[in-house]
């Protein structure tokens, strides 16, 4: 459980752009039954399935839910008719031998109105730090000076969500190394995730500011990073026999590269910097900040509300834009806070 497992034995890449990924840094793929979730990418653009070999597609287990998740929450015209949408998905799966039991549509519509409240609440809660993350790498400022500043924010009594701090750090020193490639890797490391927070106005319904979709839209891609680690927290086997498919380019090129989740022997899981895949200062500056981040005991109700008020609040203190704060006010009130306390509950 302790060996780092090579990001190339843990990446599958497709011709098609998706990528199969074994997300944690110490958990070897193995054969056998799959788990594969999806994205919305690679649910939405299912041709990547024919390139996978006969046997993956044989013991393949395909779950849409983060895909389906994320689009209940972001697109408007999914929630106007989102069986059928959901319907037509499976349709394009099952033709490269996919298979869904009966009603699984409706199944899942059920679920997204049973857990509406729990999902946004779940989604806001990174969104703080998608704020913070936008604000200090638009800055002109000493990496030094930056990390600094992240490592003080760490030591604040906000929730310590080790990988986004962490992904924050990274992108601080890419900054001064936007030259920097990865191994095997086409273009700079930087230019993944600099991609990744640019605003896109065309189709997202977002603007030269952080607005809440642009916000939404920033968590709902995280959660796919995020989202097997906190599968594995509820309790749920997720291990080797689990994978993510994801066509996002920051995603599968550089955020789980570098920042993989790590299972410990405990079961519980946690994020880690990759060795050997950054540069030593890079690896280095990272690392320190996430050091830095004490773990502490399961937070009460009432600490959790307090933290999230507290890391709200330290956003709004990082923009200068009176927009941005009234959309990180909107996400917390109408997005975080009615869901506080509740749970995702099954069918």
């Avoid at 046997?55 to 059928?84: G, H, K, T």
């Avoid at 086997?237 to 410990?264: Q, Y």
Wanted: charged share 25%; aromatic share 8%.
């Amino acid at each position: 459980m302790n060996k780092a497992i090579p990001y190339d034995q843990r990446c599958q890449r497709t011709e098609s752009g998706v990528a199969v990924i074994w997300p944690f840094l110490n958990v070897q793929r193995s054969r056998g039954e799959l788990e594969l979730f999806l994205d919305t990418n690679a649910l939405t653009r299912s041709k990547w399935l024919s390139e996978l070999s006969e046997d993956q597609r044989r013991y393949c287990v395909v779950n849409p839910w983060m895909a389906i998740q994320e689009q209940w929450l972001s697109n408007p015209s999914f929630r106007n008719e989102p069986e059928n949408r959901i319907n037509g998905w499976i349709k394009n799966l099952e033709q490269y031998g996919v298979k869904f039991r009966p009603g699984y549509a409706s199944d899942q519509v059920e679920l997204l109105i049973k857990n509406e409240i729990a999902l946004r609440r779940q989604f806001s809660s990174i969104v703080p730090f998608v704020a913070i993350m936008k604000c200090l790498l638009s800055q002109k400022m000493p990496v030094d000076e930056s990390l600094a500043r992240l490592k003080e924010m760490g030591q604040s009594d906000i929730p310590r969500f080790t990988g986004v701090i962490a992904l924050t750090a990274l992108g601080v020193s890419l900054k001064k190394e936007q030259a920097f490639k990865l191994v095997s890797d086409p273009k700079p490391a930087y230019s993944y995730l600099s991609s990744f927070l640019d605003f896109q106005p065309a189709g997202k319904d977002e603007s030269d500011h952080m607005n809440v979709s642009y916000l939404r839209n920033r968590a709902g891609d995280l959660n796919t990073w995020l989202g097997l680690p906190i599968l594995r927290q509820l309790g749920l086997s997720i291990g080797s026999h689990s994978a993510l498919a994801t066509g996002d380019k920051a995603l599968h090129r550089l955020i789980f590269r570098a920042i993989p989740p790590v299972m410990t022997h405990t079961g519980a899981t946690t994020f880690s910097v990759a060795p050997n895949e950054l540069s030593q200062k890079t690896y280095a500056h990272v690392s320190e900040v996430a050091l830095s981040l004490q773990t502490r005991t399961r937070a009460s109700l009432d600490e959790q509300l307090a933290r999230m008020k507290t890391v709200f609040k330290l956003a709004k203190a990082w923009t200068n834009d009176q927009r941005e704060r009234d959309a990180l006010d909107e996400m917390f009130s109408e997005w975080w806070l009615p869901g506080h306390g509740m749970a995702i509950l099954p069918l």
